[in-house]
């Protein structure tokens, strides 16, 4: 299944946006999914996964911020961020996780940048 991320942009610090990853083909059999992302200089990181039950998990730095969520009928997942921060600055990347949501097992899409005014 090929991914397509949408919906980032500028935006000053203390906002919000709301970035979508639509798939190409059906995701309601896939378990996990999740939104990564990379900082200029740094590794790409898990941000927020989501099981094919709805069940969440987050990295400590965006916990309470970001809320993962998906919509199988559209074949798509979503990533709601408020409360922004400038750290939050980063290119944004859904791809599908392993059965142990451990490692992203999918073709990388070319993302969507997310840049946080201070």
């Known amino acids: 299944v090929q991914l397509v991320e949408s919906g980032g942009g500028l935006v000053q610090a203390g906002g919000s946006l709301r970035l979508s990853c639509a798939a190409s083909?059906?995701?309601?059999?896939?378990?996990?999914m999740g939104w990564y992302r990379q900082a200029p200089g740094k590794q790409r990181e898990l941000v927020a996964a989501?099981?094919?039950?709805?069940?969440?998990n987050y990295a400590d730095s965006v916990k309470g911020r970001f809320t993962i969520s998906r919509d199988n009928a559209k074949n798509t997942i979503y990533l709601q961020m408020n409360s922004l921060k400038p750290e939050d600055t980063a290119v944004y990347y859904c791809?599908?996780?392993?059965?142990?949501?451990?490692?992203?097992?999918?073709?990388w899409g070319q993302g969507t940048q997310v840049t946080v005014s201070s």
């Open positions: 791809n599908v996780l392993s059965v142990s949501g451990a490692k992203p097992i999918g073709s």
């Open positions: 083909g059906s995701i309601s059999r896939i378990n996990n």
């Open positions: 989501i099981g094919r039950s709805g069940s969440t």
